[in-house]
C-alpha cells in the first residue's frame, strides 16, 4: 500500500536561513515516482519536482535541492537561503501506475503537508 | 503558458443546495482528477477520469457526489445535496496518460453553512 509520510507539520525559519522537509514513503512497486509541490496561500499547487524510483541522483535548481535515497525511502527537500516568498504549505507525493501497462494513468498520494514560514 | 481553468474560485451555500464545479484541463491532457482538500491536509483524490471514463472514484461519495466528463474534455463535479462536512477546496488537476506530473488550476474553496 501507498504512504507518504511528512512528519514535519510546521517549520519556522529565519530569512536566509536554509531548510529541510523530510518526506518518508512506502510502497511496494518497484517504479514509482516521487513529487514535490508548493501550496502558497492563493491555494493552487505548484508542480516543484518529479522523480522516478530508478534516478537517485540528486538535484539541485537555483536554491532548491532534493535528497533522493531508496535505503531510506526518503525524499527530503531543502531550500538554501530561505525568502519571506518560500512560505507556503509544500507536499510530497507518490505516485505509481496503474496496471501492468499504464493503461489507467496513474495513482498518486499525497502527504499532509509541511507548513513553512520564513521570517523577515 | 497553458493552464488548467476551474470556475467558480469560491462558492458559499446553505446546507442541502446543490453546488457545481467546473473544470477545463489543460489542452490534450488525457486524464483529469478531481480532488478535495480539507484544511491542514493533503489532497485526496475524488475521481480520476482517463479520456470520458472513469478510472478510479472509489473515494467519491456517490449518494451525493457525481462527476461527468462527456467530451473526454473538461469536466463537472456536483454535490447534491451539499452537508457541512463538505467545506473544503475543491482542486481540478490534468495529466497526460504517459507521465504522472499533473498540473493543478487553482482551486474552488467551498463553504457550507
Known amino acids: 500500500a501507498q504512504k507518504v509520510t511528512q512528519a514535519q507539520t510546521e517549520i519556522s525559519v529565519v530569512e536566509k536561513e536554509d531548510v529541510t522537509l523530510d518526506c518518508v514513503y512506502e510502497?511496494?512497486?518497484?517504479?514509482?515516482?516521487l513529487f514535490w509541490y508548493k501550496q502558497p496561500p492563493s491555494g493552487e499547487l505548484v508542480f516543484l519536482i518529479r522523480r522516478n524510483s530508478f534516478d537517485e541522483q540528486n538535484e539541485i535548481s537555483g536554491r532548491y535541492s532534493w535528497n533522493f535515497q531508496k535505503s531510506t525511502s526518503s525524499f527530503n527537500f531543502t531550500i538554501t537561503a530561505s525568502q519571506v516568498v518560500d512560505s507556503a504549505v509544500y507536499f510530497c507525493?507518490?505516485?505509481?501506475?496503474?496496471?501492468?501497462?499504464?493503461?489507467?494513468?496513474?495513482?498518486?498520494?499525497f502527504g499532509a503537508g509541511t507548513r513553512l514560514f520564513v521570517k523577515a | 503558458e497553458a493552464e488548467v481553468a476551474q470556475s467558480p474560485r469560491y462558492k458559499i451555500t446553505e446546507k442541502s443546495q446543490a453546488v457545481a464545479f467546473w473544470c477545463d484541463p489543460i489542452s490534450g491532457h488525457a486524464t483529469l482528477y478531481w480532488y478535495r482538500q480539507i484544511l491542514g491536509q493533503g489532497p485526496e483524490l475524488l475521481v480520476q477520469?482517463?479520456?470520458?471514463?472513469?478510472?478510479?472514484d472509489s473515494q467519491l461519495p456517490k449518494d451525493r457526489f457525481s462527476a461527468e466528463r462527456l467530451k473526454g474534455v473538461d469536466s463537472t463535479l456536483k454535490i447534491q445535496p451539499a452537508e457541512l462536512g463538505d467545506s473544503a477546496m475543491y482542486l481540478c488537476a490534468s495529466g497526460t496518460a504517459l507521465t504522472d506530473t499533473q498540473y493543478f488550476g487553482p482551486g474552488t474553496r467551498l463553504t457550507v453553512l
Open positions: 507525493a507518490l505516485s505509481e501506475a496503474r496496471g501492468v501497462y499504464n493503461t489507467g494513468g496513474f495513482k498518486t498520494i
Open positions: 510502497t511496494r512497486d518497484t517504479t514509482y515516482y
Open positions: 477520469f482517463q479520456d470520458e471514463s472513469v478510472v478510479d
